[in-house]
């Protein structure tokens, strides 16, 4: 009884979460059919489409470190969603933003966590830049979606009463 509440819980947030890490994973697949390695495809004048991997973790961090950051950024991205499902069961009803943007984490978590055991790497495909001279690191729709997460958090944080008579 009690676990079935707690699925119940967590149902609608592992739905959103499925449905960001296969749009996810169709545009990383899409990318991937359509494009050379390195290639890019200009869209705007500030983005272009380019196919990349990433061996490392955000801006390629430990990118060159021979193999066992895979294994490492794994066993994170799993602890991550075991330790956000956990909260979701707890919170899903009652903190909705809060839930959004851990489900948003989630997501983006479970999408590169894919890309890491089947592929090795990560799979980016989203270049900003400015004219020729600046370059984001490439990225994808789960860093996107790790991105929003943390921001929504941010603003919570930020904006979020604290209950009477307590101060933070």
Same mark, same amino acid.
């Given at each position: ?8 819980? !967590? ?23 359509? %494009? ?6 200009? %869209?705007?004048? *500030? =983005? ?10 955000? *801006? ?12 490492? =950024?794994?066993?994170?991205? &799993? ?9 979701? #069961?707890?919170?899903? $009803? ?7 943007? %851990?489900? %948003? &984490? ?7 966590? $894919? @890309?890491?055991?089947?592929?090795? $790497?990560? &799979? @980016? =495909?989203?270049?900003? $830049?400015?004219? #020729?001279?600046?370059? =984001? ?12 997460? !943390? ?18």
């Amino acid at each position: 009884m009690l676990m079935t509440a707690m699925l119940k819980r !967590v149902q609608r947030w592992w739905a959103l979460a499925i449905a960001v890490y296969a749009l996810d994973w169709i545009t990383k697949q899409g990318v991937e059919a359509n %494009l050379n390695y390195g290639q890019e495809i200009p %869209l705007l004048p *500030f =983005f272009d489409l380019t196919l990349r991997y990433n061996t490392g973790a955000a *801006f390629s961090f430990l990118a060159e470190a021979g193999g066992w950051q895979r294994w490492f =950024f794994s066993l994170i991205a &799993i602890a991550v969603v075991l330790g956000i499902s956990w909260r979701l #069961s707890k919170i899903g $009803h009652t903190h909705k933003l809060e839930a959004l943007s %851990l489900t %948003l &984490i989630m997501a983006g978590a479970i999408g590169n966590l $894919h @890309d890491r055991l089947a592929y090795g $790497h990560v &799979i @980016d =495909f989203i270049q900003v $830049h400015w004219q #020729s001279t600046w370059y =984001f690191p490439a990225f994808n729709i789960a860093d996107s979606a790790i991105t929003i997460g !943390v921001a929504l958090m941010l603003v919570e944080g930020l904006f979020q009463k604290s209950p009477k008579g307590k101060t933070e």
